[in-house]
Each structure stands twice: as C-alpha cells, then as structure tokens.
C-alpha cells in the first residue's frame, strides 16, 4: 500500500476555492493533465455516488466515483472504480482548510493505492507531482485566468459614476453624475463595472410604483464586471462576476455589494451576456421550474413574448415540451418570438388575445399564463385561462392586480411571485445561476444582446423600452 | 457551545515549528502573553494529565490539562481548569500540518467553550485574536524562516 500526500496555499477565500473543488467535473477545466470529462447517466456532480468519466492528456483512461462530499468540512472523497493504469484500491481525499489569517486556503490531497512490486516509486511520483502538485498548479492559474487584470487603480475605485433618479417620474427625471461608492466592509466586494441589464422593474421604481427607492437614488438591479477588491469568503480580485440584487444602484461605474450576492462567471459567458442574462434567465428559470412546474404537452400563454423575460420563456418552454402561445405588439415582435419557440403569436397593442388563445387551444385556454401585463389585461387573462390553470403575475406593466380575479369560475390558482424570494440563500442563487449558465451552454437559452446603449443615455433606454421599441434584453455599457 | 478557529501559515518546516510548541512547559518561550510556567507535581511536561500552572504577563493565573499529545500528527489538546476568563467545558486543541508545496506549515488553533452569553464575542474575539493570532505571529518570527 502506498500513500501519497501534498498539500498547499492557494491564494484564494475558501469559498471561492471549494466551489471549484466540489463540481466532481470540473477537473477538465482546471487540472492540466486532465482531458475530456464527463459524468456518467447525466447526473449531477455533486451527487454522492457519481461517476466521473475522463481521459488524461496522456492517453489514459479513468472512472471515478465520488465516495463523500461535505460543504461543511469541504472534504471529498473518490475512489478509482476503472483505470488503464495498474492502480488497484485508490481512495483519495480532498480537504480544504480556511486560514483565518489572510482569507487564504489550505488544500489537503491524499490518497493510498497499490500498484505492481516495483513500480511503487513511479507512481507514487506521478500521483504525488504530476496529479495533486499538478493540480495545485493548475487551480491556481484557473483562478487567475477566471479573473483580468486589475492594472487600473483600486486607490481611485471609491469615485464613481452613475445614474440617479431625481426625483419619481418620466426618464427626463435620470440625471448621470459623479457619486460615491463606499469602501468594502468585511464580506464585501468591490466590482468595477463594465455591463448592467436594464429591467422593465426599473422602470416600475423609476416611477415610484415599486417604492424601493427614495430619490434621489441610483436605480438598477443587475450588472456584471470584474472584482477589485474583495473582503468576502466566496469571491477573490480579479474574478468576474453578476448579480441580480434585491436592491436598486447597479447604474454605475463602480459598486460595493456583499459578495453573498454574487455569481462567479463561468468562462464561456462574457460581461454583455451576463447582465444581459442573469436577472431574465433567473426569472425564467424559477417560472418554469418552481412556481410552476412545466411539463411537456402544456400549453403556456407568455405575454411580452418578444421582450427580454418573454424571449427567455419561449425558448426555455419549448425545450420543456411545452406549446408556447406569445402577445407581441407588433408583426416583426411576431416574428422575433417565433424564431425564439412561440408556436402562436398573437399581435395586440390592445391587450385583446383571449379569443385566439381558445381558439389554439380548442376552446379549453392555457395551462399556465406568465402574465407580466397587470391591471389592464387581467380580463382577458382569466378569459384565457383553462379550468384548473395557473395564473402567475410577475410582472405589472399596466398597474398592479387591484382585486384578486374570479378565480373561482375556473377553479384557478393565481400566483405574485418575486425573483428574490426565490434566490435569497446563496446556495439557492448558485442553483439558479448555474441552470440558467447551463442551459445557455447547452444552447437552451440563446442571448443576442441587441440593444447597447452607455450608461450615461440611460434615459433612452428606458424610453425605448416603455415605448415598446426593444426586443430582447437591454444593456449598458460603462 | 462556542467554536473559536485561527489558522495561519508559518514559513518553516512542521517539524521545527513542532519542537517549539510540544513542549507543555513551554509558553513563556513562545507565547509573549506568558511570564512564566511550571509542571505541577514535578511531572513531565509530556505525561498525559500533566497540568501546567501559568501566568500571565498581565498577572492572571491560569491552570490547564494536557489531554493529548501526538507528535505523529502533531496535535495538542488541553482544557482549562481554572482561568480568570469566566469559561467552563474549555478544551482547545493546537495543530500542525506539513504544506508540502513550499515547505512550510498550516497552523490551527481552536477552543470550544461555555460563557455567559454577553461575554461570547469579547472573549471569541480575544481568544481568536488576542491569544490564538498573537501566539501564531510570533512563532512567525521566532521559527520563520
């Protein structure tokens, strides 16, 4: 029996390291002699018992099973099931350990194995230095590469430029100016921003129909950017990252969030898509996982079909199994969303689509209707609506509900979901985030950002998107 | 039951920092908070139950249990049995593991104890910092390279 044992200091909060370590395949992304990578059965690599299935770069071949993993103690543990290595009875543990002084990581890997009488040094050399040193290294550069260089000042980071609302009103009511950012409190990080996503709730809290703010206050609930300074366990300088907060400032240059509420950004997705992205494709996903389970042969009514939530839940629906009915305002919004999976457009300014909505339902309406209109196409909604549906108002873009329909003439359920509720854990939000970043890697969820404007036009943006002008998702560029 | 946890880096081999820190009897050569000590009963100050009987520069006196020793996986555990802190059930235990890359040594020192509950984040924060981190910092310049 041989045991083989390195340990090192990585130069990252254990957090931020541990949610590398404990993706049992993420090794092809990080360790250098690593391969093609794959989890056999497509289950989850954080599901005790699965199996990884990779080549190393040399050629070899390797099944490992995952045998134990603790977010508690950041400890996992595989065995070698099938190798074309002579390696016999290989268990080998990872363990993390935080160091307190300095927010630092101290990585544990060990193993013990038999191998044929002779060849015990060899291995033991390739498991210890070409493996685990190997991967020590190669997390290292990962982490780094994750990141950009930070070559602007942090000393300069506190001054600031954003967009304040001056007042509640019109878009005349955004002003650009300098502002300040304050400096990061332990947990804290400090994010230059480069993209942020505008959302129609924007314009709600513009308005003062969210009282979320009192002005003159920075709006802006989503942004994506590069950490310059970080006081938090989860996130290190450099890394790239998202959020969609709870609460308004995200139209800015530079901002201080907690780094609880952050998303470390996976390579293959780039700023633009990320602020693009993460607030719509979070929405969509808990609509159509959570408050509602959609299966396949359901029929699903999604209003603002062609708008940036709207596109998110065709094409995300349709992958489901779901028929997708779509309201658009327009003949090229049509367009736009059946390229997107709308099977049915519908084009209405008058928020009138009941009838037709029977009409591709024989007469018995959608299963479930993701209303993002409110008061003035209530009526209709519950016209739409089949015996049994669900009605789910996320959104109010002609005012709030006012009274609660008469849900009772088709024994309807109604729903008022908000995105926070459902990503206010951080495990939750790394759920979340994590579908959503895998069904655009998998090409479920396709993001063409076709409208950019800077932050300091703000204004326009809004006013395109109020007047109906915009498809998709919007963003600004800092 | 609160959990205190500090953890540290120290640029010299286990080995070195370990010849320091087993000896039971030997706080006033590393610990800067420490005046002196002494093994009770004239016992060896790696005899399991040793108690060592030490004060402090500021003049208080405390009184431990030495409850393990391995100098396999370079780990010391103790508990107090007496201590002008006000804690009760007070076992910590130091340990020492080899960083392979780089040669150097990750430290951690940890306690868990009872305490009235208005004192748990005075006496987390000065046993965390003020013991804990201030003893680790010097061993730094004493051992480090």
Known sequence: MIRVTRSAVIDAPIGRVWEVLRDFNSHSAWHPAVGESCIENGEPPDQVGCIRNFHLKDGNHVREQLLALSDHEYISMYCILDATLPMRNYVATVQLKPITDGNRSFWHWESTFDVPKGSEREFAELVGNGVYVGGFNGLRAFLQSNGRDLSRSPASAVASEGVVATAFGGPQVLRYQSIKTEQPSAGDVLIRQTAIGVNYIDIYIRTGQYRMIEPPAVLGMEAAGVVVESRSPHIMAGDRVAYASATPGAYTTMRTMPGDELVVLPNFVSDETAAALLFKGMTAEYLLHRTHRVKPGDTILVHAAAGGVGLFLCQWGRALGARVIGTVSSEDKAKVAVANGCAHPIVTRAYSFAKEVKMHTGGRGADVIYDGLGRDAAAENLAALALRGHWVSYGQASGALETVPDLGSKSGSLSRPVLFHYIGERAALQEAAGRVFTALRDGILETEVRHRYPLAAAADAHRDLEDRRTTGSIILLS | ?145
């Open chain 2, 1 to 145: 039951m609160i959990k205190v946890y500090t953890s540290s880096v120290i640029e010299a081999p286990a080995d070195a920092v370990w010849a320091r820190v087993r000896d039971f009897n030997g706080l006033p050569k590393w610990a800067p908070f420490v005046a002196e000590s002494r093994i009770e009963e004239g016992q060896p100050a790696d005899k399991i139950g040793c108690v060592r009987n030490f004060r402090l520069k500021d003049g208080g006196v405390i009184r431990e249990r030495l409850l393990t020793l391995s100098d396999y996986d370079y780990q010391c555990s103790y508990s107090i049995l007496e201590s002008p802190m006000g804690v009760t059930n007070y076992v910590a235990t130091l340990k020492l593991t080899p960083v392979t890359d780089g040669n150097k040594t990750f430290a951690e020192w940890w306690a868990e104890f009872d305490c009235a509950p208005e004192k748990e984040r005075d006496l987390a924060q000065g046993i965390g910092q003020g013991v804990f981190q201030v003893a680790f910092d010097s061993l730094k310049t004493i051992v480090g390279k």
